[in-house]
Each structure stands twice: as C-alpha cells, then as structure tokens.
C-alpha cells in the first residue's frame, strides 16, 4: 500500500544519453527532476523487461525511487523513500552504498 504523501504521478519522461529522465509532480507539492539528482541507481524492478526501478538522491537530499513501465493502462509513479529504504533498495539490486548512506547498512545487514 502506497503512502499517498510520498507518492507522485510522473508527468514527463524523456530518453537522453544517460537514459531515462523524468520529471514528477509529488502529492506533498515538491516537484523531482532527475536531470538535477545527485545521484542515480537503476535496477530491474519486477525481473523483467517491461518495469524497472530508478533510485535518485533529489538535489535537496531527499531520496526517491521512480518506478517505470513499458505496460499499457500502468502508470509511471515516483515515492520519496527513507534513508533505510533507500539502502536496503541499493543493497538488494547490487549496489555499493554512497557515502550519504554509510552507517545505514549497520542496522539492516545481519
């Protein structure tokens, strides 16, 4: 189930040299462009080849995941996430952690 606040439908989604871009309008009112993200981690999202997933740190340092179909009559939506999501969500598709997240997998790695 979706916390509505953290959620936000994507408006614009555009293919640039480092693939996909996005730009989504929240439900709080704050709006998320991924040209302006710090950083970016993609991941297949449902292990196939029609959703995936794009971890982005926000250029004010909040962390959002936008999830992206290629399915007709699904929505594209991005949800901002908690540090200890953000990291769980890295350590589960592979990635190392960033600096902003060091200490976050102390709590989550047994």
Not at 28 to 51: E, N, P
Not at 54 to 73: A, E, F, M, P, Q
Request: proline share 1%; aromatic share 10%; with cysteine.
């Amino acid at each position: 189930m979706l916390d509505e606040e953290r959620v936000g439908v994507i408006r614009e989604r555009v293919l640039h040299a480092g693939g996909y871009g996005m730009r989504c309008a929240m439900n709080d009112g704050s709006v998320v462009d991924t040209k302006r993200a710090k950083l970016s981690y993609q991941s297949q999202g449902a292990g196939d080849d029609w959703h995936w997933q794009v971890l982005h740190l926000s250029s004010k340092g909040r962390w959002y995941v936008g999830y992206l179909t290629c399915v007709d009559g699904e929505r594209d939506y991005a949800e901002y996430v908690s540090r200890e999501e953000a990291a769980r969500w890295l350590i589960e598709a592979g990635h190392e952690l960033p600096e902003e997240l060091r200490g976050v997998d102390a709590s989550i790695i047994e």
